[in-house]
């Protein structure tokens, strides 16, 4: 089992940056591939982001390529998004995920997943 628990959302104006967290417990952190995935009210589940249990190789899509950056400690068994110049449609809840295959579209699927981190932008 993996047990993966989020941090770092919050509220932020238009324009602004946050760094979430992603950080795991339980069987070997880096062995895992990780997404980030999120969700907005009304609207499905879509993938943002990912990077290989080696951290060689990341997958971003479309609508936040050159804004957020996804990197990963192994030591810390810790995921990061960073994300910069949020616009109020990136308002959601944030969720990671973690599997033993990469997939290069991101999406999965994924074996384990953590309950998500509200990331609320203002305009």
């Known amino acids: 089992q993996v047990q993966l628990v989020e941090s770092g959302g919050g509220l932020v104006q238009a324009g602004g940056s946050l760094r979430l967290s992603c950080t795991a417990s339980g069987r070997a952190f880096s062995g895992y591939n990780i997404g980030w995935f999120r969700q907005a009210p009304g609207k499905e589940r879509e993938s943002v982001a990912a990077?290989?249990?080696?951290?060689?190789?990341?997958y971003y899509a479309y609508f936040v390529e050159g804004r957020f950056s996804i990197s990963r400690d192994n030591a810390k068994n810790t995921v990061y998004l960073q994300m910069n110049s949020l616009q109020p449609d990136d308002t959601a809840v944030y969720s990671c995920?973690?599997?033993?295959?990469?997939?290069?579209?991101?999406?999965?699927?994924?074996?384990?997943w953590g309950q998500g981190t509200q990331v609320t932008v203002s305009s």
């Open positions: 995920a973690a599997g033993l295959t990469w997939y290069t579209n991101g999406k999965g699927p994924y074996e384990y």
């Open positions: 990077i290989s249990w080696s951290g060689g190789s990341t």
